[in-house]
T-cell receptor, first 111, second 112 residues
Framework: KQEVTQIPAALSVPEGENLVLNCSFT??????LQWFRQDPGKGLTSLLL???SQREQTSGRLNASLDKSSGRSTLYIAASQPGDSATYLC??????????WGAGTKLIIKP | DGGITQSPKYLFRKEGQNVTLSCEQN?????MYWYRQDPGQGLRLIYY???????QKGDIAEGYSVSREKKESFPLTVTSAQKNPTAFYLC???????????FGSGTRLTVV
């Protein structure tokens, strides 16, 4: 059974730092991996989608990588800003096209 | 703009009452999903539908019911059989297969 883990559960860094959020999964048979952002009391906003045949995707200051062989994905945020403060969720799509979710990393960027 | 609309944003339920959460999408997506989110936990799948007039139970379907009479609509009913319904409910859709998901803004349900 696929399990997705996100470490750390919470992270607080000063503004301007580059940071990495981690997502690991136990079964490499995934169709894709998607990163989302969730602000308090809000829905999920899709950040990046990496298909299983891809190694990385970039959008602005965000870069997500995927290594299926090691069961890992990372979300890199460059030059962090207070507006980046949110909970970041990763989800792996399994062989039934269902998303398996991590519990999220709560990120706080201090001004 | 295309997207998913969930309503209401906040909903209060009395003990023993059924309530229905609305989810409407104008993305022309075939598949729709309902998730429940509790603090500190990952999202859990309640029900999903890959085509009109068909739906499947997810991991925590007990105490919930759905219908899919139209492609754009996938309402969720929280029945009195759901003993702990207080949670944040999220609706999502995707075109089918290995495509990315799009989410609505959620409904927060509280039992009073």
């Amino acid at each position: 059974k696929q399990e997705v883990t996100q470490i750390p559960a919470a992270l607080s860094v000063p503004e301007g730092e580059n940071l990495v959020l981690n997502c690991s999964f136990t079964d490499s048979a995934i169709y894709n991996l998607q990163w989302f952002r969730q602000d308090p009391g809000k829905g999920l906003t899709s950040l990046l989608l990496i298909q299983s045949s891809q190694r990385e995707q970039t959008s602005g200051r965000l870069n997500a990588s995927l290594d299926k062989s090691s069961g890992r994905s990372t979300l890199y945020i460059a030059a962090s800003q207070p507006g980046d403060s949110a909970t970041y969720l990763c989800a792996a799509m399994d062989s039934n096209y269902q998303l398996i979710w991590g519990a999220g990393t709560k990120l706080i960027i201090k001004p | 703009d295309g997207g998913i609309t969930q309503s209401p944003k906040y909903l209060f339920r009395k003990e023993g009452q059924n309530v229905t959460l609305s989810c409407e999408q104008n993305l022309n997506h075939d598949a729709m999903y309902w998730y429940r989110q509790d603090p500190g936990q990952g999202l859990r799948l309640i029900y999903y539908s890959q085509i009109v007039n068909d739906f499947q139970k997810g991991d925590i379907a007990e105490g919930y019911s759905v219908s899919r009479e139209k492609k754009e609509s996938f309402p969720l009913t929280v029945t009195s059989a759901q003993k702990n319904p207080t949670a944040f409910y999220l609706c999502a859709s995707n075109p089918q297969g290995a495509a990315g998901y799009t989410f609505g803004s959620g409904t927060r349900l509280t039992v009073v």
